[in-house]
């Protein structure tokens, strides 16, 4: 296999911190902060998203309880979404309260960086207490490429220790940990392993995605039925327009789930990529559908992460698109947010009152199928 590169983790979600309203608010922890505001996010500007109580966990993981329901739905279709639909959102919100929320990636950041305030566990159960989600899987990051400063797996795994029934906790090794030797690589690994965690990532690390360092992870990965959550962009799990070497990763590793992140997995959702979009987010509307779906069609070890902005541009640059390609994947669809620093705008959390699914669709978007593929 070729080396690539890892997914978008490069230019996200760090502005959101300096206005909630911003249109360039990006997540997919990137630091870069985007001004492009190319993107859907702009959406934002009009319909600032007001703290929501769904529900409020009740003692033992994935107990809830109805909640108080938020009922000013402004944020249907706008002036800048062509193609949105105005659905009964109030219906919506009811309806998905009876199902369990689990976002399917944030983070912890142990110190300040990018303006941004640091993010510790107590912090984000906090946030997810308001805002209805009953557990979070919570991602480490160790590259230079991922973050200004690490989250390192050990610091991720003291964290999450108060919370067992709220965070799960994901570790990661930077693949060119090898030059240390495999031992120390599976090591680190089967000890990570023993102290509970429920899968590997972020992986973002300036390697191509099939870099043959990376390729070794994999391989440890399968042994001990770790799922992998990468990010994919310019920088980091570098791949090519069209994603052969993705496609190869995904098709050497049958028995390893892989959790697809960022912008260089979401720019093509559509048919039409650039190398340039591999870091961007490409708006406009979808005239022919991309890898993204094709993939997805292709192979059932391979699934969505819908954080960040990349994950939220694709569905909303083209509603009607986006609406389609939900119902038509949706068992292989992962809710998440990419939530990373304090005060963080999240679109996703609009994500079931803007699109009409189906309860099913809802239940494995939302939980289900990322439950499915968990050690
Ligand atoms: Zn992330």
Not at 153 to 168: A, F, G, K, N, T
Not at 188 to 203: A, C, D, K, N, T
Not at 217 to 243: N, Q, R, S, W
Request: with cysteine; aromatic share 6%; net charge negative.
């Amino acid at each position: 296999m070729t080396p690539t590169r890892d997914d978008g983790s490069g230019p996200t979600g760090t502005d959101s911190q300096a206005t909630a309203t911003s249109a360039a608010t990006r997540r997919d922890d990137a630091p870069s902060p985007d001004v492009s505001g190319s993107t859907n996010d702009g959406d934002r500007t009009s319909s600032a998203r007001e703290p929501i109580r769904r529900r409020v966990l009740e003692g033992a993981a994935g107990a809830v309880a109805a909640g108080t329901v938020g009922t000013t739905g402004s944020v249907g279709a706008t002036a800048d979404e062509p193609g949105g639909e105005t659905v009964d959102r109030t219906a919506a919100r009811q309806e998905a309260d009876g199902l369990p929320l689990l976002d399917g990636h944030v983070h912890l950041i142990p110190e300040s960086t990018l303006g941004r305030d640091p993010l510790d566990a107590d912090g984000l159960v906090a946030w997810m207490d308001d805002n209805g989600i009953d557990r979070a899987v919570v991602l480490a990051l160790d590259s230079p490429e991922a973050y200004p400063v690490p989250a390192s797996s050990p610091w991720i795994l003291e964290q999450v220790e108060p919370y067992p029934e709220r965070l799960l906790p994901f570790c990661t090794i930077d693949p060119r940990t090898i030059v240390y030797g495999e031992d120390a690589v599976e090591e680190l690994l089967e000890r990570y392993v023993e102290r509970g965690i429920r899968g590997f990532g972020e992986l973002k690390a300036g390697v191509p995605i099939d870099d043959p360092r990376a390729e070794r992870i994999y391989e440890l990965c399968a042994e001990y039925e770790l799922p992998i959550l990468f990010h994919t962009d310019e920088k980091a799990m570098m791949d090519e327009v069209g994603l052969p070497r993705l496609e190869d990763v995904v098709a050497s590793f049958p028995e390893v789930d892989f959790l697809a992140h960022a912008h260089g997995w979401w720019a093509h959702v559509a048919a039409d990529v650039e190398e340039a979009d591999l870091g961007d987010y490409p708006d406009g509307e979808i005239d022919e559908p991309g890898r993204v779906p094709a993939l997805l069609e292709r192979y059932d070890n391979l699934y969505g992460d819908l954080s960040g902005i990349s994950g939220w541009n694709a569905l909303t640059r083209d509603p009607a698109f986006g609406q389609a390609f939900l119902e038509t994947h949706a068992e292989q669809l992962i809710f998440g947010t990419d939530y990373i620093y304090p005060g963080q705008e999240v679109p996703q959390l609009e994500l079931f009152e803007r699109f009409d699914l189906e309860r099913s669709a809802r239940e494995a978007i939302r939980s289900g199928n990322l439950e499915g593929v968990l050690r």
